[in-house]
């Protein structure tokens, strides 16, 4: 009885070895057998030279504007010589009024100032041969007073005549709109017919065509920045332009607590006043690690990189990333500066994927079409 116990439990124990043999060779196979995900070219971590910004957001003004008006009123234009985006030098005539009324009234103050002149001539010689005869008593003191009393009043109702003849001449050279400066007409409202009052905008002129950038820096960034200092904008519709730091506002908005920097900005044919604009103010430049922007994968709100581990299975690794700068990314940590990283691609891989490293970028796509045919 016992012998045959015995016997039973040898045939267990041999059919239970070769089962886990079976198994074992199976396992084998099928790790022998297993196909990488993908083909890849892997990277590390590489030092370069970048620039140490800050970056800021603001509308592109006018550098000054100033709004021409007539002081005159009551008078009718007649002429408008000038457009929006014409270009102007100061003096130019930009507008007219009718002047017939107003060359009336100067000829009548020239008139009154000839007629002032000849009363004073007259009692200027009356004075004088009253003052001449004062010694010999032929007139009394009150006649000769009177004769220099006459002669004071005639200079001052001369000098009142020039001066309405002044303040005709003025109101006829206002008939005329000038440029007070060079620029360009950025607005105007001056027609022709219309009956303008006093103080009336006509036109606005960009002095000089000079364009500013007004950007928004926050308070704590300000003292970084002083005149001179470059600043890159970039503009709606991907144009670029640079411009140099004029000032800094002395004041930081209560609300936003920004504050305003004013960059000049070249004379350009893409940029505009009312623009809004995105820039960076640069302070100089720093070393930096950096990877290939295709290598970083944005997943879930954080940037992560496909690690090659020494099984050439990936290992999905959360990074912290910096500044871009062209085609590159910093990374400020997460990875060792030796690990290999998938270079791109890594979109297509999960964590723990199998894949071949392969040395020729340009035989990926070959590669990857022949391991995913059937």
């Avoid at 017939?100 to 009548?108: F, P």
């Avoid at 060079?182 to 022709?192: C, E, K, P, W």
């Avoid at 004041?251 to 004379?267: E, F, H, I, K, Q």
């Avoid at 060792?336 to 340009?362: C, I």
């Amino acid at each position: 009885m016992y012998l045959g116990i015995t016997i039973a439990v040898i045939a267990s124990a041999a059919a239970l070895a070769c089962v886990q043999a079976v198994s074992s060779e199976s396992d084998a196979v099928a790790e022998s057998t297993a196909q990488p995900s993908l083909s890849v070219n892997v990277t590390t971590l590489e030092p370069q030279t970048l620039p140490t910004t800050i970056a800021a957001n603001g509308d592109i003004a006018a550098w000054q504007e100033i709004i021409i008006g007539t002081e005159i009123g009551g008078l009718r234009l007649v002429d408008v010589k000038v457009d929006v985006g014409d270009e102007v030098t100061e003096g130019q005539v930009l507008a007219v009024y009718n002047d017939t009324t107003v060359r009336a009234e100067l000829a009548r103050s020239r008139a009154a100032v000839a007629e002032a002149e000849a009363t004073l001539a007259e009692a200027n010689a009356n004075a004088q041969r009253a003052r001449s005869l004062k010694t010999t008593g032929s007139l009394s003191e009150q006649q000769i007073q009177q004769y220099e009393t006459a002669e004071l009043t005639a200079r001052a109702r001369l000098g009142v005549a020039q001066a309405q003849n002044e303040a005709q001449a003025l109101r006829l050279a206002q008939t005329q709109i000038v440029a007070p400066d060079d620029g360009l007409i950025t607005s105007r409202t001056a027609t022709v017919g219309a009956v303008t009052g006093p103080d009336q905008e006509l036109f606005r002129l960009m002095r000089h065509g000079r364009l500013e950038w007004r950007a928004e820096v926050a308070a704590s960034e300000l003292n970084k920045l002083q005149p001179g200092q470059i600043a890159r904008l970039t503009l709606p519709g991907g144009g670029e332009l640079e411009g140099r730091v004029r000032t800094i506002a002395p004041l930081v908005d209560v609300s936003t607590r920004n504050g305003t920097v004013y960059v000049d900005l070249p004379a350009s044919d893409v940029a505009r006043a009312g623009m809004f604009a995105r820039g960076e103010f640069e302070l100089g430049t720093r070393r930096a690690m950096t990877l290939p922007q295709s290598a970083v994968l944005l997943r879930d709100g954080f940037s992560y990189v496909m690690r090659l581990g020494p099984d050439s299975r990936v290992v999905q690794t959360k990074v912290t990333t910096g500044q871009r700068v062209g085609e590159r990314i910093e990374i400020a940590g997460g990875i060792e500066a030796s690990a290999q990283v998938v270079a791109s691609g890594g979109a297509f891989l999960g964590d723990g994927d199998l894949v071949r490293v392969v040395e020729d970028p340009s035989s990926w796509d070959a590669m990857n079409r022949a391991e995913e045919a059937p």
